[in-house]
C-alpha cells in the first residue's frame, strides 16, 4: 500500500480537528470503542463513552480553549499512521479569568479501517517551561 498524500493530510486533519474541538462528541468523533486514551491529567479509558464525559467535564470548566499546533510530525506505514504534534493551549475560564499558556505534547496513532481512518490511542502530555522546539 503506497502512502499518499492525501492520508497525510487526513490523519493531520483529524489531529488539528481534535484539537480544535470543544466537546467530547468532536474531539472522540474519530475514535474507536477500543481507542486507548492516555490524558495529561492522571487519567486513562478505553472506548469513547467515557471520555466523552471526562472532555465535557473539562470544557464545562471553559470559557474557551485556543490551541495553536506549533509542530506536527507524521509518519505513515501501510494502514497505521503516527501523528506527534507539540501544542500551546491558551484556556479562559468561564469567569473569564486567564490561564497561563501552557505546552502539550500529543501523539495519535491511527488505523485506515474501511478506507477511513482511526484513532487507536491518544497520548497527551503537559509540558511545563517548555518552549516546544524538538531538538534535531
Not at 6 to 34: L, P
Not at 61 to 86: F, H
Not at 97 to 116: A, C, H, I, W
Amino acid at each position: 500500500m503506497n502512502t499518499t498524500v492525501t492520508d497525510k493530510q487526513q490523519v493531520e486533519d483529524i489531529v488539528r480537528q481534535i484539537a480544535q474541538s470543544f466537546s467530547g462528541a468532536d474531539s472522540t468523533k474519530d475514535w474507536t470503542s477500543e481507542t486507548i486514551w492516555f490524558d495529561a491529567a492522571p487519567y486513562a479509558s478505553v472506548g469513547v463513552e467515557k471520555a466523552k464525559a471526562v472532555f465535557d467535564e473539562a470544557f464545562g470548566n471553559l470559557k474557551s480553549c485556543d490551541v495553536e499546533i506549533l509542530d506536527i510530525r507524521t509518519r505513515i506505514v501501510g494502514a497505521t499512521a503516527l501523528v506527534c504534534s507539540v501544542q500551546r493551549w491558551d484556556t479562559v475560564n468561564k469567569d473569564g479569568s486567564v490561564n497561563p499558556p501552557f505546552m502539550m505534547r500529543q501523539t495519535d496513532y491511527l488505523e485506515k479501517q474501511s478506507g477511513r481512518w482511526r484513532v487507536l490511542h491518544e497520548h497527551t502530555s503537559m509540558a511545563q517551561g517548555w518552549d516546544g522546539k524538538i531538538d534535531e
